[in-house]
């Protein structure tokens, strides 16, 4: 199984944004822990994170021609505002997981909308980075079952 693990805007500064939210850990740190998940479990992964929404538009597409299995997906702030990640992920028909480190649900009031959410199979909120461990053990017994 091939698994794509994206991360949307500042993603990239965790350890450095917001600590008392996403905690001190560092982008590398959750690489890593996803790795060896990864390892256990017996799937591959690659990773794409952009601050940029056309570019993470443009890895969705990529992973149809790359036969992704599967898709991990923390889009952040463009959860809330974005109409082409959702679209992108509905055109390439890979299911896909939605992940938020925070709470989003107990956040502000324009946090509480996701574009994405309806074109996930699931959505893991407020778990930190086992959030993303958890979006893969919920997408390898989706495709073990398909
Ligand atoms: C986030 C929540 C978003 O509201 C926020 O814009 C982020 C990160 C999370 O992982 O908790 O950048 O997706």
């Given amino acids: 199984m091939k698994f794509l693990v ?3 805007p500042n993603i990239n500064f965790l350890g450095i944004r917001e600590p008392s939210i996403y905690g001190a850990s560092t982008y590398d740190d959750l690489i890593n822990l996803i790795k060896s998940h990864a390892e256990k479990s017996g799937i591959s992964v690659d ?5 940029h929404e056309g570019a993470i538009v ?4 990529k992973a149809y021609y790359d036969k992704v299995d599967a898709i991990v997906i ?5 959860t809330h505002t974005s109409v082409a990640i959702a679209d992108a ?3 390439v028909s890979i299911p896909a997981a939605e992940v938020h480190i ?3 649900s107990k956040r502000e009031s324009f946090r509480q909308i996701s574009y994405v959410r309806d074109v996930c199979k699931k959505t893991v909120s407020g778990k930190g ?5 958890e979006a893969m053990d919920f997408l390898i ?4 079952n398909a």
């Fill in 6 to 8: 994206i991360n949307g």
């Fill in 47 to 51: 990773f794409f994170q952009s601050n």
């Fill in 58 to 61: 443009d890895a969705i597409q």
């Fill in 74 to 78: 923390n889009p952040a702030a463009y």
């Fill in 89 to 91: 992920l509905k055109a």
């Fill in 102 to 104: 925070s709470d989003v």
């Fill in 129 to 133: 980075f086992d959030g993303y461990l």
């Fill in 141 to 144: 017994g989706y495709l073990k």
